[in-house]
């Protein structure tokens, strides 16, 4: 098999690959350059009803399968995703902009690595039974829900998209799924593996299109399920605003905005070279990066100095030079979404210590989205600059005296997805991690990923838990029986 980026971008439906029902399509650009480079599908309501119907009829074999058949299918896809790594980065990057090592070091093996976690988890989930004194036993069962739909973002695109398509799979789910149309071409390549690796036909539906006409279809679909979306805050609010009262399961994994509180006490070096990752990987467009910069007042001129002189020296360039640190921005609408935080910093009066400005690409990325690493100082808690997600390379740095003072700076936003601790007081580290309101806590550490653990936020950040049993558990209903012996 030859994984090649096609012109044409086509719809997965009933283990075939179909063009849109109304056979219309849309642009899809390479950041990097400003460059169409390709068209995929602008799927409707009828290419959902369509992979609906191949999903329905597959689910009672799928449903049934043994462990051992499912798992054979699921580990068969993560060994073609790990042979077919260099070809999956490469369109990972043209769709991004991320650095093509970036893609090759974490985006295509986590990917692999969620079906394989999947594919033996499967094999090993329990359900719990309960003896009553009188002789009466309950046995629970875990039971597939039927057909479902995932709906992931642009930033992570075959990342997060496996991330949410393998449990459901490996739960024995049928899926009917939708990655970004701003970042579809490994979506479309995952198609291509699935054949190879022998899923049957229905078990796995991958439509392209926008929200309003295709994820609005999958969402408010009856016979669809459940829901797992990652996104933004405001599609999220409007996804449970339909699915609720369908009764729907929802899964929402939404935006953040992370206090990185960094103490005086702080292993300085490591803590140094991880705040820059946390700030700037991924341009800044992960939803677990520590935008929101809290430093202990005695080592806040210090911390400052330094980590402006370090953040100098990310080379922004084109994606496909192994030099670069950062790429570009993930497409022009999400480009002036960015730069207009920065204006708006500015009005609130905060200082630009670094960056701010657009970058003028050379050679093949004359006119790709490029922006700064940008620092920034002098705002308060409360302005909409601290309070709503850029996703960008864009943070802000604030002092505090105590520890109270840092978790009243922590605890201000509306989110709670993620927090990251610096210190060497081990009695502080768990104190401030029970007391900081997000579902995510690292310490000393930052996006270190296991992936048994529970993984969601509080607040605005979403609902719900992925990740381990709990994403198993999410894709199965509960159904209790109770046995008078």
Not at 9 to 38: C, H, M, Q, R, W
Not at 156 to 184: D, M, Q
Not at 269 to 290: D, P, V, W, Y
Request: with cysteine; glycine share 8%.
């Amino acid at each position: 098999m030859d994984l090649k980026a096609p012109e044409k971008i086509l719809n997965y439906i009933g283990g075939e690959l179909k063009a849109p029902a109304n056979g219309k399509y849309i642009d899809n650009v390479n950041p990097a350059t400003g460059d169409v480079y390709s068209y995929i599908p602008d799927s409707t309501a009828q290419d959902v009803e369509d992979a609906v119907a191949a999903a329905k009829a597959a689910f009672p074999a799928w449903s049934t399968t043994p462990a051992e058949e499912k798992f054979r299918i699921l580990n068969r896809i993560a060994e073609l995703i790990d042979q077919h790594l260099d070809a999956l980065a490469l369109a990972e990057t043209n769709d991004n902009g991320k650095p093509l090592w970036l893609s090759k070091r974490v985006d295509i093996p986590r990917a692999s690595s969620n079906f394989r976690f999947f594919a033996t988890g499967l094999m090993h989930f329990a359900t719990e039974s309960h003896n009553m004194e009188n002789g009466t036993i309950n046995y629970t069962l875990r039971q597939p829900i039927g057909v479902v739909g995932c709906i992931s973002p642009w930033n992570l695109p075959l990342y997060l998209f496996t991330w949410k398509i393998a449990p459901a799979l490996a739960a024995g789910n049928c899926v009917v799924s939708k990655p970004s149309e701003v970042t579809p071409m490994t979506g479309y390549l995952l198609s291509l593996i699935c054949k190879e690796a022998g899923l049957p036909a229905g078990v796995l539906n991958i439509l392209h299109g926008n929200g309003p006409n295709c994820g609005s279809a999958i969402v408010s679909h009856p016979e669809i399920k459940a829901i797992s979306f990652t996104g933004s805050t405001r599609a999220g609010k409007e996804i449970a605003a339909v699915a609720a009262p369908m009764f729907k399961k929802i899964s929402l994994e939404l935006g953040g905005k992370n206090p990185n509180i960094i103490f005086a006490d702080c292993d300085w070096e490591k803590m140094m070279r991880t705040t820059l990752q946390s700030s700037f990987a991924n341009q800044g467009q992960i939803c677990l990066c520590g935008s929101r910069i809290l430093v202990e007042e005695s080592i806040y001129e210090k911390f400052k100095a330094e980590f402006i002189e370090k953040a100098k020296k990310l080379t922004v360039g084109d994606p496909l030079d192994d030099n670069s640190r950062q790429g570009a921005v993930v497409s022009k609408m999400h480009f002036d979404k960015v730069m207009s935080c920065i204006e708006l910093a500015k009005q609130e009066g905060g200082k630009i210590l670094l960056g701010g400005n657009a970058i003028k690409g050379t050679g093949r990325c004359e006119n790709g989205y490029f922006i700064e690493p940008t620092i920034i100082e002098g705002l308060g808690p409360n302005c909409r600059t601290n309070m709503e997600e850029i996703f960008g390379p864009v943070v802000t740095i604030q002092s505090f005296k105590t520890e109270d003072e840092a978790m009243e700076l922590a605890n201000c936003s509306e989110y709670g997805l993620a927090a990251t601790i610096w210190t060497q007081d081990v009695s502080r580290a768990n104190r401030v991690a029970a007391k900081v309101h997000s579902g995510i806590i690292w310490v000393n550490c930052w996006l270190l990923r296991d992936l048994r653990t529970p993984f969601g936020g509080f607040k605005n950040s979403g609902v719900g838990r992925e990740g381990g049993w709990d994403a198993l558990k999410f894709f199965t209903d509960v159904k209790n029986v109770c046995i008078d012996l």
